[in-house]
C-alpha cells in the first residue's frame, strides 16, 4: 500500500456545478413520475371500483384482529395487576378543640385525645374488635394471688426522638400520674398501686386488693423520662413537651398551625421506625374546630377528607352525595342524673315518677334515633335475666306525684307551699341540649316545672368542676358517662365516692348496691361478677338515681374516594377509631401480582 500522508484526509475533491445540467434532470424526472403516475393510477382507478368489497372486508378483518390482540393484552395484564391502598396522601380529620396541651396525660378536649392516641403508645390497647390487645407490652402475667400484674416489653420499640422505650419510662409516667401537682386528667386511681421495673423491659404492678378491671387501666399513654425527668411535675403543663410533644405512636409530631383565631391544625407524618409497621399514609392532619358548625363547613369546602364530632341532630347536614357516614355506638351513655340529697328529689316517689313520665323512645328518635341505654352497662356487658326497661307512663306518673301530695295548681304541681321545680343542668352540646329541650316539655306535662343551666366546660370564667359538680350545685344533670369495656361502675355509683372528688353525682347510697359493686370488682370470675352486676342493677332501677337516656353514639364522616374507620370496627371509646388506622388509606393505586 502507498504511503498515506495525514495531509491526505483533509482533501475533498474538485467539483464544478452546472444549473443547465441541474435543469435537465429535473425535467427528466417530472416527465418519468407523470408517466408512471398515468399507468399505475390514473389509468387503473376504475379498477378499484371492482374489487373495493374485497378491500373494505380486508380493512374490517385487519382491525379485529389489532382490536383482539389489545384485548388479549389488556386481559392479560389485568390478570396480573390489582389495585390496592395508595402508599401516601394526607389523611386530614376534623375534630372538636380546643388544644391547649399535647401532653396526652393532660388530655381534655376530642382534639387532644386524638392526637394523644396517635402519637403516644400504651402497654394494652383497645383493637378494632373492642378487645383488650398488646401494645408495647407483649405478655401480661397475673400471680397466685391476683395482686401482681408482671408487664413484658417488646424490645423494638422507640421514642420518636431514637431512645429505646424502658420500664423506666413506664414507672416515671405512673409516677406522675399519682402526683397531683400534675392535675392529670386520669385522676387518682393510681394512688394505691405500686409500680417497680425488674428490667429495662419488664415492670410490674402491686395492687392492695384484688382488681377485676385493672388491666383496662394499662392503656394509658407512657411519656418518656428522658426529657420529662427534670421538669417538675407542676411545670410540665407549660413546658415545650406539651407543645412539641416526643412519643412512641404510629404518627410524629412535626407542627402545630393556628390559622386565624380559633382553628388549630395538629401536623403530623407516619413514624418510619414504628415497632407496629409503617402507616399507609404519609402526613396525618386534625384540624381542630370550636363549633360543630365550622367542622361542617369544612366538610363542604374539603379542607378536610374525614370529621368527627358532629352532634346526631346535624349530621343531615353533611353532603350524603360526598361523604359516607358510620355512626358506631360507644361503651358509654347519656344519663339524667338525679341528685338524691336536693330537697325534692329526696323522695323516692318522685323520682319514680319522673322515669315513668320521661319518653326515652322519643329522645332517641331527637338526636338521630341513638340506641336504647337504660341501665348502668350497654348491652351485651350483662347476660341472664337482666330487668327490662321500665315502661314510659305518664298517666301512673301523674298518680305517683297526686298520691304523694303533689297536688296541681295552675300548670305546676306544689306540696305544702313548694312548688315541683327542678333546676336541671348541662353542657353547652347540641345533642344534650336537644334533650334537654325534649325534658322540659315531657316533664312539663307531668306538673314539672324546670330551671335549666347550660354551662361551657371550655368558658375558662366558668369553673364548672368547682361550681357545679363538687357541690353537686343542681337537683338534675344531663351529661355523659363513659363506662368502658369492663362493666365496673363502681367510681359512678358506690356511696364511697359520693364526695367532692368522686363522681358519684347523684348521691347515691344503698347498702345492697354497695355490696354487689364492691364483691364484683374484687372477684375475677365472669358468672360471680355477672351475677352480682344483676343484683346492682335491679336495686338502682328501684332506686332511681338516675335514669338512662340513650347510648352514646360517634359519627364518622369520611369522603368516598378514601378509607378510613373500618364499617365493622367497634369502638369502646371514641378514639378507638385509631385502632385500625396503619391500615387507612387517601386514593387507590394499580399495581402487578405475582403470577
Not at 388479549?72 to 380529620?93: D, H, I, L, P, V
Not at 399513654?221 to 413546658?239: C, G, M, T
Not at 355509683?493 to 370488682?521: C, E, H, M, V
Request: glycine share 6%; proline share 5%; net charge positive.
Amino acid at each position: 500500500m502507498a504511503d498515506i500522508k495525514p495531509s491526505d484526509f483533509n482533501r475533498l475533491p474538485k467539483e464544478s456545478f452546472s444549473r443547465r445540467a441541474l435543469s435537465r434532470r429535473l425535467k427528466r424526472a417530472q416527465t418519468a413520475s407523470m408517466r408512471h403516475a398515468k399507468r399505475f393510477v390514473v389509468k387503473r382507478w376504475s379498477n378499484v371500483h371492482q374489487v373495493r368489497q374485497r378491500v373494505v372486508l380486508w380493512i374490517i378483518a385487519m382491525g379485529v384482529l389489532i382490536g383482539a390482540a389489545g384485548l388479549q393484552f389488556m386481559w392479560y395484564q389485568s390478570g396480573y395487576r390489582t389495585t390496592t391502598a395508595a402508599n401516601y396522601g394526607t389523611y386530614a380529620e376534623a375534630v372538636l378543640g380546643p388544644v391547649d396541651t399535647l401532653n396526652p396525660l393532660l388530655a381534655r378536649s376530642s382534639a387532644e385525645q386524638s392526637a394523644a392516641r396517635l402519637l403516644f403508645s400504651s402497654l394494652l390497647v383497645m383493637d378494632d374488635t373492642g378487645h383488650l390487645n398488646n401494645d408495647l407490652a407483649t405478655s401480661v402475667t397475673i400471680d397466685n394471688a391476683h395482686t401482681t400484674y408482671t408487664v413484658k416489653m417488646r424490645p423494638d420499640a422507640r421514642w420518636h426522638d431514637g431512645y429505646f422505650v424502658t420500664a423506666d419510662d413506664v414507672v416515671f409516667t405512673v409516677g406522675l400520674l399519682k402526683n397531683a401537682a400534675l392535675r392529670s386528667t386520669y385522676g387518682s386511681g393510681w394512688n394505691n398501686i405500686s409500680v417497680r421495673a425488674l428490667n429495662d423491659l419488664t415492670v410490674q404492678f402491686t395492687l392492695p386488693s384484688v382488681y377485676a378491671a385493672f388491666p383496662q387501666a394499662l392503656t394509658f399513654p407512657i411519656v418518656p423520662q428522658h426529657i420529662l425527668k427534670n421538669i417538675a411535675p407542676e411545670s410540665i403543663r407549660e413546658s415545650s413537651f406539651s407543645s412539641n410533644p416526643v412519643g412512641s405512636g404510629p404518627f410524629v409530631f412535626r407542627l402545630l398551625q393556628t390559622v386565624g383565631n380559633n382553628q388549630k391544625i395538629i401536623n403530623m407524618v407516619r413514624n418510619t421506625n414504628y415497632y407496629g409497621g409503617q402507616a399507609k399514609i404519609d402526613r396525618f392532619q386534625l384540624d381542630a374546630y370550636t363549633t360543630p358548625n365550622q367542622i361542617i363547613n369544612a366538610l363542604s369546602s374539603a379542607e378536610v377528607n374525614a370529621a368527627v364530632d358532629i352532634p346526631a341532630v346535624q349530621i343531615n347536614q353533611v353532603d350524603s352525595r360526598q361523604y359516607a357516614v358510620e355512626a358506631k355506638p360507644v361503651n358509654g351513655g347519656v344519663y339524667a342524673l338525679l341528685n338524691t340529697q336536693s330537697p325534692i328529689l329526696k323522695d323516692q316517689v318522685v323520682r319514680h315518677a319522673l322515669q315513668l313520665g320521661t319518653d326515652t323512645a322519643a329522645l332517641r328518635r331527637a338526636v338521630g334515633n341513638a340506641p336504647e341505654l337504660y341501665l348502668p352497662f350497654v348491652k351485651g356487658q350483662l347476660s341472664g335475666d337482666i330487668p327490662p326497661a321500665p315502661a314510659y307512663d305518664p298517666g301512673q306518673a301523674k298518680q305517683l306525684l297526686e298520691s304523694d301530695g303533689w297536688k296541681l295548681n295552675g300548670s305546676v304541681r306544689a306540696k305544702d307551699d313548694t312548688q315541683l321545680r327542678l333546676v336541671v343542668v348541662t353542657t353547652k352540646d347540641v345533642d344534650l341540649e336537644k334533650t334537654l329541650e325534649q325534658i322540659i316539655d315531657q316533664w312539663h306535662k307531668l306538673g314539672v316545672a324546670v330551671t335549666t343551666n347550660i354551662v361551657d366546660p371550655s368558658d375558662p370564667n366558668q369553673n364548672v368542676t368547682q361550681n357545679i359538680l363538687q357541690p353537686r350545685n343542681f337537683d338534675v344533670l344531663i351529661s355523659p358517662m363513659n363506662i368502658g369495656a369492663d362493666p365496673d361502675v363502681y367510681a359512678y355509683w358506690s356511696s364511697s365516692q359520693a364526695n367532692q372528688n368522686g363522681s358519684n353525682f347523684s348521691n347515691y347510697s344503698n347498702p345492697i348496691s354497695d355490696d354487689a359493686l364492691g364483691t364484683a370488682r374484687t372477684r375475677l370470675e365472669p358468672d360471680v361478677r355477672n351475677v352480682k352486676y344483676l343484683i346492682f342493677a335491679r336495686q338502682w332501677l328501684k332506686d332511681v338515681p338516675a335514669i338512662g337516656l340513650y347510648q352514646s353514639t360517634i359519627h364518622y364522616v369520611y369522603n368516598r374516594s378514601i378509607s378510613g374507620l373500618p364499617a365493622k370496627a367497634v369502638l369502646i371509646s371514641a378514639t378507638d377509631r385509631y385502632a385500625d388506622v396503619l391500615n387507612w388509606s387517601v386514593g387507590r393505586r394499580s399495581v402487578f401480582t405475582t403470577p
